[in-house]
């Protein structure tokens, strides 16, 4: 009798350490299923324009990218080519591109990344504003563009090279921050 108590006992014993075993391995995988399902797009979409209006019902910004895809982990927006085009109260409109984008959160902030093309067509079809740089971070909202890194402005008859700038693009107004330097075309018209 003794006997078949401890072989009960080792026999419980080991049941209870194989499914602690089991259940240990169950929350393991389910730990790294759902930390794989975080940084998995919910939806995507490929070929998108979304057009945000103001209150009065005039366009205040026009979003397009080839590709999409929205994680719901940090809810932000990944852009592959982005192109947006900023609607201003007076004037025409300021169109910037780039190769890679993310759309925080808040959709307040598009963070612009490779080949960043800030520029203005005039009334003629001409580009009359044009800026360059890698990185840039712009909110829309606020009708505000930055860039921390190496940036080059292209006006009609100057280039200004700086390391970084801020861009009040309702007010057409720049600040270059750092490392200045203007080069002026001379007119060649008599």
């Not at 979409?45 to 397009?64: A, I, Q, R, V, W």
């Not at 003629?124 to 080059?152: F, H, Q």
């Amino acid at each position: 009798m003794f006997n078949s108590r401890w072989k009960l006992a080792l026999i419980l014993i080991i049941v209870a350490g194989l499914s602690y075993w089991v259940l240990d391995k169950l929350i393991t995988d389910d730990k790294e299923a759902l930390a794989k399902l975080a940084n998995y797009p919910d939806y995507y979409m490929e070929n998108f324009n979304t057009l945000k209006m103001n209150k009065d019902g005039s366009p205040k910004n026009l979003l397009s990218a080839s590709y999409m895809a929205h994680y719901p982990d940090d809810n932000t927006t990944e852009l592959d080519y982005p192109k947006l085009k900023i609607f201003k109260e007076e004037g025409l409109p300021i169109n910037v591109s780039a190769d890679k984008g993310w759309v925080t959160s808040s959709n307040e902030v598009i963070l612009l990344v490779g080949n960043v093309h800030l520029y203005q067509i005039n009334d003629s079809g001409e580009i009359s504003l044009e800026l360059m740089t890698k990185n840039a971070r712009v909110l829309v909202d606020k009708k505000y563009a930055e860039t921390d890194k190496p940036a080059t402005l292209i006006n009609k008859n100057s280039t200004t090279n700086s390391m970084g700038m801020r861009i009040y693009l309702q007010e057409q107004r720049m600040e270059f921050l750092n490392n200045v330097q203007t080069t002026i075309e001379k007119n060649t018209k008599n």
